[in-house]
């Protein structure tokens, strides 16, 4: 007897449409923007453009001012480390009731408070933080922490949500409690891609922290808008090879840590 071949799979035409959706938008976004792309290319912007990126060389060089801008850098990892270190520990707190563990009605509630949260930008949070706290790095580091809670709530309670249910529910029924079932069986399932998420949230913050300083919040972004207003463009330099070092070293870091995790 000859082997019946399988039914040819049914479209998804819920993929198809939002495909087509995506693809409208695209062109939509292309034909509704003034995009000039003719005086882009033209010879009076890029000798403008020349004659700009040449006003930053030479770099500031100067002892004194290479101290300040490396207390500056110190300045901006630490908001981005703290923020960072805040942001998990609130958004811990709230992927659980935004997991579903506590009911559909904490989920909807606390999943909502999470859009709010990482709907605002950095900037945002620190104009409005900084009113209450005023000028300098604690403001921008409140603003880094309440954007990044938002954020990696929602990762971690997507994490938890997708964590296999069999081993938790083992424990249960051989007369674990509800926590220990929680922390042996499915924390350890998550644990790694939430330190993933972690790290990756921290690199963002590092470049979050130094535009920060535009409005105040200290650290390098400060000194870089400080030099731009007063057109001092070579210190502006040395301030924008500290933000690209200091980026190049996070992502090192970040990079070790993540290949030392998913050995």
């Known amino acids: 007897m000859k082997s019946r071949l399988p039914p040819p799979p ?3 035409w819920t993929v198809i449409s939002l495909m087509l959706l995506v693809l409208l938008l695209i062109v939509a976004s292309f034909t509704s923007l003034p995009l000039k792309w003719r005086e882009f290319f033209t010879l009076d912007a890029v ?5 700009l990126l040449a006003g930053f060389a030479p770099p500031e060089l100067a002892t004194p001012f290479l101290i300040k801008t490396g207390w500056a850098a ?3 990892m630490a908001m981005s480390a703290l923020g960072t270190l805040l942001a998990v520990a609130a958004a811990l707190l709230f992927s659980l009731p935004a997991s579903g563990r506590m009911g559909r009605t904490a989920r909807a509630a606390m999943r909502a408070m999470l859009n709010v949260l990482r709907s605002i930008p950095e ?3 620190a104009a409005i933080l900084l009113i209450a706290a005023g000028l300098g790095p604690f403001g921008g580091t409140l603003a880094l922490a309440a954007h990044t809670a938002g954020v990696l709530g929602r990762l971690f309670a997507d994490a938890l949500e997708n964590a296999a249910p069999l081993p938790e529910q083992t424990l249960r029924t051989n007369g674990a409690s509800a926590s ?6 499915t924390l350890p399932q998550t644990l790694p891609q939430m330190l993933s998420y972690t790290l990756y949230r921290w690199e963002n913050n590092i470049r979050a922290a130094a535009i920060l300083g535009v409005v105040g919040a200290g650290g390098l972004g400060q000194m870089l808008k400080y030099h731009l207003s007063l057109f001092q463009m070579q210190s502006a330099a040395t301030v924008i090879l500290a933000m690209l070092l200091l980026v190049a070293m996070v992502d090192g870091v970040s990079f070790a840590l ?5 050995r």
């Not at 993540?258 to 998913?262: D, K, P, Y």
């Open 74 to 76: 110190i300045e901006t």
């Open 180 to 185: 220990a079932a929680f922390f042996y069986a």
């Open 123 to 125: 900037l945002v949070w």
């Open 10 to 12: 049914a479209r998804d």
């Open 47 to 51: 000798h403008s453009v020349l004659e």
């Open 258 to 262: 993540r290949r030392a995790l998913t």
